[in-house]
């Protein structure tokens, strides 16, 4: 009986803790909404004022770099580098920078729109400007912070918690 009552007792602080660290972090996240007048905006930037962000490659750096960072991130980096593919709607114009910037952009959005997903060895930069043109659709990641509130959040972790903490009294 005893040993219960510490694993309970242990479960409450533990889920007191974890519920404090969840609002420590949305708390940081909600500050992070300021937009920033740098190419590097806050991890998990699409609810600044102005929108949703991209990453693109940048003009002017290596030719071999380009290739370097283009082929890392359609190879281990998992992009979804399909429309860049001959036939594919962004192959045109067939450039390294053009086919580099849409495989680069399908990373960031994939690795969560923060700002180390979109670096590629500083042959990235990350712009406000969409740039998506006639059949070539650059992709686009819905905010995290508009579709969950965070208050909703931390309760689901409570929730979560007051869960296993009912199944343990359940198996007394």
Not at 109 to 118: E, H, L, Y
Not at 125 to 147: D, F, K, M, Q, W
């Amino acid at each position: 009986m005893r040993r219960k009552e510490w694993i309970i007792h242990g479960l409450l602080i533990f889920g007191c803790y974890m519920a404090c660290a969840l609002g420590a972090s949305v708390q940081q996240k909600a500050e992070s909404v300021t937009p920033i007048s740098t190419f590097s905006p806050p991890e998990g930037n699409t609810t600044f004022i102005d929108g949703t962000t991209w990453c693109v490659a940048q003009p002017g750096v290596s030719q071999e770099d380009l290739q370097n960072a283009l082929d890392w991130a359609c190879g281990l980096g998992a992009a979804d580098c399909s429309a860049v593919q001959p036939d594919g709607p962004c192959y045109q114009p067939d450039t390294l920078l053009s086919h580099a910037s849409y495989a680069f952009n399908s990373y960031y959005q994939q690795n969560g729109n923060s700002d180390i997903a979109c670096n590629f060895g500083g042959t990235a930069a990350i712009t406000t400007r969409n740039p998506s043109y006639g059949s070539c659709v650059y992709l686009t990641s819905e905010p995290t912070s508009a579709s969950t509130p965070p208050l909703a959040r931390s309760f689901t972790l409570q929730g979560l918690i007051i869960f296993i903490f009912l199944c343990l009294i359940a198996g007394h």
